[in-house]
């Protein structure tokens, strides 16, 4: 069974530092990956994902990893502004049943 | 414009009274799913289809039924809420179809069994 782990659990950083989040699964036969944002008692939005042929995917300020053969993808965030205090949470979707598996979520906090 | 709408958005009710959370979504996407959230718990999933008529249970489906008549509604139905079903729910969506589809949710049905 595929699971989904993020490290770590929270974060918290100066405004303006750049800073990486870990997703790791344990199944490398994976559909594709995708990167979450979630605001307090809001739905989640997704921010990039990456197709498992592909090894990175870039959107402004973030830049997204994948190396399925490892199990593992970061999530990269520049120039760290306060408006991206948030959950981040990682899903991989399997071959199998195509389904979504959540890892437990990074909580971010930027300070000013 | 693309989404998932979920209703209602907040819920009060007491114990055993049947309720339908109902979920749509105006994508024409295969598969439909639900979720619970819970703190320190996460995302756990309760119910998905990967199309109509076909359905399969999550991590969590005690106490909850879902149908798929119909490719865009998928409703979580709870027959007898109890109060340790008090959580925040979500429903989404994708397509089967292609590798780059991404997961869309809608925005939470807060529910509160008394």
């Known amino acids: 069974k595929q699971e989904v782990t993020q490290i770590p659990a929270a974060l918290s950083v100066p405004e303006g530092e750049n800073l990486v989040l870990n997703c790791s699964f344990t199944?490398?036969?994976?559909?594709?990956l995708q990167w979450f944002r979630q605001d307090p008692g809001k739905g989640l939005t997704s921010l990039l994902l990456?197709?498992?042929?592909?090894r990175e995917q870039t959107s402004g300020r973030l830049n997204a990893s994948l190396d399925k053969s490892s199990g593992r993808s970061t999530l990269y965030i520049a120039a760290s502004q306060p408006g991206d205090s948030a959950t981040y949470l990682c899903?991989?979707?399997?071959?199998?049943?195509?389904?979504?598996?959540f890892g437990p979520g990074t909580r971010l906090s930027v300070l000013p | 414009e693309a989404q998932v709408t979920q209703n209602p958005r907040y819920l009060i009710t007491v114990t055993g009274k049947k309720l339908t959370v109902t979920c749509s979504q105006n994508?024409?996407?295969?598969?439909m799913s639900w979720y619970r959230q819970d703190p320190g718990l996460g995302l756990r999933q309760i119910y998905y289809?990967?199309?109509?008529?076909?359905?399969d249970k999550g991590d969590v489906p005690e106490g909850y039924k879902v149908s798929r008549k119909e490719k865009r509604n998928f409703p979580l139905i709870l027959e007898s809420p109890s109060p340790n079903q008090t959580s925040l729910y979500f429903c989404?969506?994708?397509?089967?179809?292609?590798?780059?589809?991404?997961?869309?949710f809608g925005s939470g049905t807060q529910l509160s069994v008394l």
């Open positions: 289809s990967m199309n109509v008529e076909v359905t």
């Open positions: 989404a969506s994708s397509s089967n179809r292609a590798t780059n589809e991404k997961l869309f």
């Open positions: 899903a991989v979707r399997d071959n199998y049943g195509q389904n979504f598996v």
């Open positions: 990456i197709q498992s042929s592909q």
């Open positions: 199944d490398s036969a994976i559909y594709n």
């Open positions: 994508m024409n996407h295969e598969y």
